[in-house]
């Protein structure tokens, strides 16, 4: 499996922290070599291309719409065969299912697929006034979710729980993947490293569950290293 794109010029964690991002927020085109990121934040994709020397602009979609978004299209026949080796498709979004990732790099695409579509979530429980953490993420497959909670077992020793919303103008469910806050910090400490590139508002928070002392005790959805 490779795991070095020369022609992209990324490789290692970066790589795998790109293939976590697309994995959640992108999208393969049908021709066979574009590739889409998108993202409500504009200042993370010029971050990102910047830092990973990607050669594209930052454009606008769905212009003057309720759906207006950021996107940055890496146009690379290469790359594209590569994520589909690994994986991903075109219209990946309901059937996606496990992603061929590297046991030494799974935290960093891990900490991609939390940057795209996951939620770091801090409150205040109303009856014992504790700090409330939770991680959330979110997918359209169950096949995905699926697969991604148990890879975070087998990893990280965590254990979550999955939910299935629906709702009658959705065509489709959505799953979530969620953490308590004793999880949640076990996850954030081992993707948010030192130095580790992510989206800087999801390093701020991430950062700020690891920092919370109030209200942690030994939690079920952590699993005992026999």
């Not at 922290?17 to 889409?36: A, E, F, M, P, W």
């Not at 800087?200 to 005992?224: F, M, V």
Request: charged residues 25%; glycine residues 8%; aromatic residues 12%.
């Amino acid at each position: 499996m490779p795991q070095k794109r020369k022609d992209l010029k990324i490789e290692g964690p970066n790589l795998w922290y790109l293939v976590g991002l697309i994995t959640s927020d992108g999208n393969l085109s049908k021709d066979g070599r574009h590739v889409d990121i998108t993202s409500k934040e504009k200042g993370f994709l010029e971050f990102l291309i910047e830092r990973f020397d990607i050669p594209n602009k930052v454009c606008i979609k769905n212009r003057g719409t309720d759906k207006e978004a950021c996107r940055i299209q890496i146009s690379n026949k290469n790359f594209y065969e590569f994520l589909k080796s690994i994986g991903l498709m075109p219209n990946k979004s309901l059937v996606i299912s496990k992603i061929k990732v590297p046991g030494k790099y799974f935290i960093d695409f891990l900490r991609g697929i939390i940057d795209g579509d996951g939620s770091i979530r801090r409150w205040i429980h109303p009856a014992n006034l504790h700090e409330q953490w939770s991680l959330r993420i979110y997918s359209g497959s169950e096949k995905f979710i699926i697969w991604l909670k148990y890879t975070v077992e087998n990893y990280l020793n965590c254990n979550g729980r999955i939910h299935a919303e629906f709702k009658s103008t959705w065509q489709n469910p959505v799953y979530t993947l969620k953490y308590g806050k004793m999880a949640a910090k076990v996850i954030l400490r081992k993707c948010y490293y030192k130095n580790a590139f992510g989206m800087h508002r999801k390093i701020d928070l991430a950062y700020k569950c690891l920092e919370a002392t109030s209200g942690w005790h030994n939690s079920k959805t952590l699993i005992a290293v026999q």
